[in-house]
């Protein structure tokens, strides 16, 4: 199983944000680094609570905030600055999925309807699942405490404390990362980076 962010000096990685050419040549030279060549699934994020279920190939222009996948051939992918990416794995069925979670996907309920469609589709038992949580804006730097939100919801779901993981990185203060709030604080240009989930192995 490969959870992995790219970083600031890997570049932005959202065409919203920088010319298309810049951003495939970004992505492509993330991608060789770590999945080869596995198709990669992502969405048009909207901050809601939609799930999307990856059976072929989703067009990127899919609207919703978290992806679920049983086959090892897709690596799913969401573009974050400051948002949380929460990853599952599911070790017994095989099976993934991926969070886009800002305050409004965590307050419309994405975690818990992503953990319910992993339970319909591959049999995922919460007790089961690892989750684990990528570079998000902490409450030092954020109004909302989103850390705490995202591990609340994810033990309202059942999964356990010991099989959860947050590194608990600030995005806002770490400039490895793209933040929107520092962008929007400092006046500088906004960027997003992705995080990853593939049921594969590293390289
Ligand atoms: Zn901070």
């Not at 048009?44 to 049983?70: C, F, M, R, W």
């Not at 699942?129 to 909302?144: D, V």
């Amino acid at each position: 199983m490969i959870f992995i962010s790219s970083q600031v000096s890997d570049g932005n990685m959202d065409f919203r944000f920088g010319p298309t050419q810049e951003v495939l040549q970004n992505r492509k030279k993330f991608f060789e680094k770590w999945v080869r060549n596995d198709e990669i699934a992502e969405l048009e994020q909207i901050h809601s609570n939609k799930v999307v279920v990856v059976k072929e190939h989703p067009d990127p222009n899919t609207k919703g905030d978290a992806l679920i996948s049983n086959n090892p051939n897709f690596v799913l992918m969401v573009k974050v600055a400051d948002c949380i990416p929460v990853g599952l794995y599911d070790p017994q069925n095989k099976a993934i999925g991926l969070i886009h979670a800002g305050s409004k996907g965590l307050q419309k309920g994405i975690i818990k309807n992503a953990i319910q469609k992993m339970k319909k589709h591959f049999g995922s038992n919460p007790k089961n699942l690892l989750a684990k949580l990528g570079p998000s804006i902490g409450p030092c730097h954020y109004r909302l405490n989103i850390w705490q939100e995202a591990e609340k919801q994810l033990i309202d779901c059942g999964i356990l404390k010991e099989n959860m993981d947050n590194p608990k990185i600030c995005t806002y203060e770490n400039m490895n990362y793209f933040s929107h709030r520092r962008a929007e604080d400092t006046n500088q240009k906004e960027g997003r980076f992705v995080t990853i989930l593939g049921l594969k192995n590293v390289n």
